[in-house]
C-alpha cells in the first residue's frame, strides 16, 4: 500500500500523498503534450483566452508549460506544493483585463486535466489499492481548491492595489459597467464624470483590435468627442460620448451627425477591425452595446482594417452572430463550387456580382480584366452547380449569406 492523507500547510501549500507523488515523477517526461492539451482546451472553451493575439497566446502555453513542471516536481518530491507561479500568473492576467472568471476557468481546466492523468497513472500502480486512489483523489481536489483560494485572493488584491491610481479606477469602473456589474459600479462609486464623460447621453460602445489607447483618445478629441477606454488582451474597448441632440435644432440630424463622427474618427485611428454600437442613453446599458459592437466587427472579414455600425452590412452581422451555423450552410450549399477546378473563378466572380451595385456584367467585368459573357458564363455555372436562381431574391440571399459566412471564417 502506498497510503497516506494529503497534508495542508500554513502558508497554503499541500504535501500529497506517496502514491501521487510516485505518479507526478512519471509524468514529468509528459509535461509537454499535457501543457498543448491543456493549451487547446483553454484557447476552445475560455472566450477572453480564444481571443488573444500570438504574443500572449504564446505566453499562456509557456506558463501552463512551467507551472505543469513545477507542479509535478513539488508533487515528485513530496514538497509542499508552491503557489508563487499560479500568483504571478494571475497578477498578470489582472493586470492584461482577463475576467475573474476567466482565469479561475483555466485554472479549473488544468487542475482537472492534471487530476485525470494522476488518477490515471495512479490506476495503473500494481500496488495501489482502491483507499490509496480515493486519497489520491482527496489530494487533488485539496489542491484545486488550493489553487482557486489563491487565484480569488490575488486577484482581487491585484485590482485593489490597481484601483489605488485614478487612472486605474476608471479600469475598474470601465470592467464594471462593460461586463454588466451593475453593483460593483454602484458599490466603487462610479459616476460617469469619473470617466471623464457626461453625465447625460446619448453614447456609443467601441471595440477596436489591435489599437492604441492614445491613438484613439486623440482622434476622438480632434472632433470634439470625449472617451473612457478599457485595453484588453485583443485590442481596446470604450464608450464614446455622442454629442446631445436634446439641445439641437434638428436632434435626430445630431445624433446621426454624431456617431457618424464617431465613425470617422475610429476608422482613421483604428490599427485593424472596429466596431460601433448603436447610440443608447444609459451608462449601465454598456454591456449590452458592447456585445453589439462585438457583433459589428465580426461582420468585417479578419486581416482588414476599417470600422463600422451594425447596419453596415446586416447580413454579414447576422452571419457573425450564428457563424458556425452559416459556415455549415455555406460548406453544403457552395460544395460544388468549391470542388469545381475553376473554383477560384467562379468564387470571385460570384462575390463581385454579390457585392456590386448594379449586377451589371459589364461593370463587374471591368473589374475583373475579362469579357461580361465570361461574367455571364461563370455566373451560370454557379447557378447549375449549386441549383439556386440568381433572379431569384431568397436564392441571392442564400448565397450572399454563403459567401459572408466563408470570408468571416478565421485564417
Not at 493575439?53 to 515528485?76: H, I, K, P, S, Y
Not at 452571419?319 to 460544395?335: I, Q, S
Not at 456584367?361 to 455566373?379: D, K, Q
Request: with cysteine; charged share 20%.
Amino acid at each position: 500500500m502506498l497510503t497516506g492523507m494529503p497534508e495542508q500547510h500554513a502558508d497554503g501549500g499541500v504535501t500529497v500523498p506517496p502514491l501521487l507523488s510516485v505518479c507526478a515523477a512519471d509524468l514529468l517526461d509528459r509535461v509537454g503534450a499535457l501543457a498543448d492539451d491543456l493549451f487547446r482546451t483553454i484557447t476552445a472553451e475560455i472566450a477572453p483566452y480564444a481571443r488573444l493575439g500570438t504574443e500572449l497566446a504564446a505566453e499562456v502555453r509557456d506558463f501552463n508549460e512551467r507551472n505543469l513542471r513545477e507542479q509535478l516536481t513539488f508533487m515528485a518530491r513530496r514538497r509542499p506544493v508552491c503557489m508563487d507561479s499560479t500568483r504571478q500568473c494571475v497578477r498578470r492576467r489582472a493586470t492584461q483585463g482577463i475576467p475573474l472568471d476567466a482565469v479561475l476557468h483555466a485554472f479549473r481546466i488544468g487542475f482537472r486535466l492534471l487530476a485525470n492523468a494522476l488518477i490515471e497513472r495512479a490506476k495503473e500502480q500494481p500496488a495501489a489499492t482502491m483507499d490509496d486512489i480515493a486519497q489520491a483523489s482527496m489530494a487533488t481536489w485539496s489542491l484545486l481548491d488550493a489553487a482557486s483560494q489563491t487565484v480569488n485572493d490575488v486577484y482581487r488584491e491585484t485590482l485593489v492595489g490597481l484601483a489605488r491610481a485614478d487612472e486605474l479606477q476608471r479600469l475598474l469602473l470601465l470592467d464594471a459597467l462593460l461586463t454588466g456589474k451593475n453593483a460593483d459600479w454602484a458599490m466603487l462609486g462610479g459616476t460617469a464624470a469619473s470617466l471623464g464623460l457626461p453625465e447625460q447621453g446619448p453614447y456609443l460602445c467601441v471595440v477596436a483590435e489591435h489599437s492604441d489607447v492614445t491613438t484613439m483618445e486623440q482622434a476622438l478629441l480632434r472632433s470634439g468627442l470625449r472617451s473612457a477606454w478599457r485595453p484588453r488582451p485583443d485590442g481596446l474597448a470604450g464608450i464614446v460620448a455622442v454629442p446631445d441632440p436634446a439641445h439641437a435644432v434638428h436632434p435626430a440630424r445630431t445624433r446621426a451627425n454624431g456617431a457618424a463622427s464617431v465613425l470617422e474618427a475610429v476608422a482613421g485611428a483604428a490599427a485593424g477591425r472596429a466596431g460601433l454600437s448603436p447610440v443608447y442613453t444609459r451608462l449601465r446599458e454598456s454591456a449590452d452595446a458592447l456585445r453589439l459592437a462585438t457583433l459589428a466587427l465580426s461582420s468585417l472579414p479578419a486581416g482588414v482594417r476599417g470600422a463600422v455600425t451594425l447596419d453596415h452590412d446586416p447580413a454579414a452581422a447576422l452571419v457573425a452572430a450564428g457563424h458556425e451555423l452559416a459556415l455549415r450552410m455555406a460548406v453544403t450549399l457552395l460544395d460544388p463550387v468549391l470542388a469545381a477546378p475553376d473554383r477560384k473563378d467562379l468564387m470571385e466572380t460570384l462575390t463581385a456580382w454579390l457585392e456590386s451595385g448594379s449586377g451589371s456584367t459589364s461593370e463587374i467585368a471591368e473589374v475583373l480584366y475579362c469579357h461580361r459573357n465570361t461574367v455571364r458564363n461563370r455566373l451560370d455555372r454557379v447557378s447549375r452547380l449549386t441549383g439556386r436562381s440568381l433572379l431569384r431574391p431568397a436564392d441571392v440571399a442564400a448565397l450572399y449569406a454563403a459567401v459572408r459566412a466563408l470570408a468571416l471564417r478565421p485564417g
